[in-house]
């Protein structure tokens, strides 16, 4: 009987130190998922604004694409055909012209271009925000993710 005892008793020291092992690890392993997740967040550029601020900044953005985008379209459409003259003053004019119209086509583009890169930059913080995962999810995969 009594060795009967000893062996519950060391089985249950043996289990009782498995799971205090187990429960060390977890708490480890969580802390760290934890940490590189916060880490992560914080270096997002936009993590610090609320989700419907972002949202009404994408719609803002999205209506100045939407102007720009016709800007850029009328700028293109005004191309300057460079007509022969006979004076080097009328060349040089003709060129000025020309390259002031170019400068205004590539600046219409910078600006759009710019406008869409922000509006990247917002979605982007959107759709991290919208991995829909309940509490119970996210800790259960702070807990076991190696």
Known sequence: ????????????????????????????NYRRNLEVEQRSASERPMHGYSTGDLEALANAYRQEIAGHSAAYASQKTKRVEPRDRVYFDEQV?????AQ?????????????????????????????????????????RLLVTF
Do not use: P, Y
């Open 1 to 28: 009987m009594e060795g009967q005892r000893r062996q519950a008793g060391g089985t249950l020291v043996v289990v009782l130190i498995a799971i205090a092992a187990l429960a060390t690890t977890g708490f480890w």
């Open 93 to 97: 004019r003709e060129f000025e012209t």
């Open 100 to 140: 002031n119209n170019s400068g205004r086509i590539r600046k219409a583009g910078a600006e759009l271009s710019v406008r869409e890169a922000d509006l990247a930059r917002i979605e982007e913080e959107l759709q991290a925000r919208s991995h829909s995962e309940s509490d119970l999810e996210r800790h259960l």
